[in-house]
């Protein structure tokens, strides 16, 4: 299995590597009520490489935020069956990663529709079916599917936000540019004052940057911070305050520094970054306490991917992986 790969997978994978995530608050599998309608389930990461989901409540029917992977999409649909008996409408794949967008099938199979930015497509493009044919090896909910790729959302939006309001709801979904992927989405619900993430912000030590743009994502975290919201509910972590986005800026930043700075010195990739079987598993670099919620297993090859994107000058999805 190639590095990529491997990271690809999911975060189950970090079991094998046997290296643990705390996170004291987390309650993988617990829908919390966050306001009337409005729903936070925490998925499984560790055991079973689930993210989390959002369900919304419009007059008529549900609103879902992310598809998750199949069994995660099963285990959310289980749990939505216990809190409302209104049909799911739409599902938004915040991104196109297989924890938050393979489920699409198990989605659409219950006639909901799947909705993305245009990113999410042509990420998949990219990216398929080569990812979805690795995952169904490795994965039985992917694999029991026996599709030969991932299924696209059905419906997208590019240039405009899109806008669901039947008067008593309003969710606006937006796209602020390329940080965690390409196709990066942010759900807002304006009144509630809430928006929900994807992975572009997480709250702990989950950012997975291979296919990111690591220079461009405090930009566009910042933009979605001019937002008027006072709730966070990020792809991965517990639900929290503004300071889940204002940290992952932080955190972003932090990383291009330091890394910048061992550049500058002359440093080599080699004397940052210990490889074992051809992935980063460990660094010799330190970030600053005030990001350590953000700073866990995955910095070696945050690292790794702030280095290659700094001395190739690409972003890093630009690079070939
Ligand atoms: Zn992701």
Known sequence: MSKRTFYAV?????????????????????????????????????????????IIEMKDYLVVIDANFPSGAQAALADIKKISSKPVRYVFDTHHHGDHAY???????????????????????????????ETSKQR???????????????????????VIDDGNRKIEFHHFGWAHTRGDGFAYLPKEKIICTGDAATNGPYNYTADANIGNWPDVLGKAAKLDFKQVLPGHGPAGDRTVITGEIEFMMALRRAVRTQIQSGKTLKDLVTMKDGKPVATSLKLPDSVKNWVGPFLAAQVNDAFEELTMNKPHGDLPH
Not at 28 to 38: A, H
Not at 140 to 162: C, H, R, Y
Request: charged fraction near 25%.
């Open 103 to 133: 489920g699409n099938p198990v989605w659409s199979k219950i006639g909901a529709t799947t909705l993305a930015h245009q990113g999410v497509v042509d990420e998949m493009k990219r990216y398929e079916p080569k990812r979805w044919t």
């Open 140 to 162: 039985e909910d992917v694999g029991s599917l026996k599709l030969a790729t991932a299924e696209p959302p059905k419906q997208t939006f590019s240039d405009k936000p899109f």
């Open 10 to 54: 999911s975060f189950s994978a970090l079991t094998l590597l046997g290296l643990a995530v705390t996170q004291s608050d987390a309650k993988p599998d617990e829908v919390k009520l966050i306001t009337q309608g409005v729903w936070f389930r925490e998925g499984d990461l560790m055991g079973k490489g689930h993210c989390n989901n959002i």
